[in-house]
């Protein structure tokens, strides 16, 4: 465990203490601006300041907006990937599972240059393709761009949380669907009422994990906004975090903001474990 509690303590404890110091101070000009700056005391200002922005609190609605469409897509899509693997009738499994999974192993920052290069008009094969129909999409509009977000996320992510349901359904014992069968279960009733009840630990898990990595949103918009005029600079609080932080050089209002949108995830994550417990135990 040593190794492990050294790491725990550099990469999480130590940043967050950090920050904790950070957020409780600010940089202040004297006089008329002529004598520098120095660093005061400002106790909770900064968090008051974080939390009455109105960027910051519009970034939290996008969020909400984004999570609204990103995890039914994201989990429902890995859910039906996952259950038509594993069905009887499927062939070359090993070939779709990793067909899959591959674009989990384009970082993610590649993975959005490649949607924006196929988003693009006259660049892309898929406005080529929609033209030969004589069909038009702006995927970059301010009406399309959240789904267009969506789309490249869940195309990176999806594969991996199908390999987890995947090795869950993997752990149901065989005579339980074979029981099911004899029973004259057809393939969705097995799925719906055998598999997914026994299954729930891994989507109340992996919906937690999609739900934590939602609300910290960066790569997808930050790479989109140059190419469209439907996201701001401080479009989700990530983004609002990098703004104050590296383009006004507020560190304590950054910190500030970054510990109320960990402090988000820790309530997201008691929320969705309660109701996960709840819907097990139903």
Known sequence: MGPFLLLFLVTLVAPIGYAAYLSLFREQSSGLGFGGTETVFSGLGNYVRAATNPSFQEGFLHIALYCAVYIPVMIGGALVLALLIDSAAARAKRFFQLAAFLPHAVPGMIAAIIWVFLYTPGLSPVHQALNLFGAEADFLGPDAIL??????????????NMVIFYAALQAIPRETLEAATVDGAGGLRTAWAVKLPMIRSSVVLTTLFTSIGAIQLFTEPETFRAHTAGLSADWSPTMFIYQAAFSQHDFGLAAAASLLLALLGVVLSFVVTKLGNRWKEA
């Open 147 to 160: 789904f267009s977000m969506v789309n490249a996320a869940a195309w990176q992510w999806i594969g991996y």
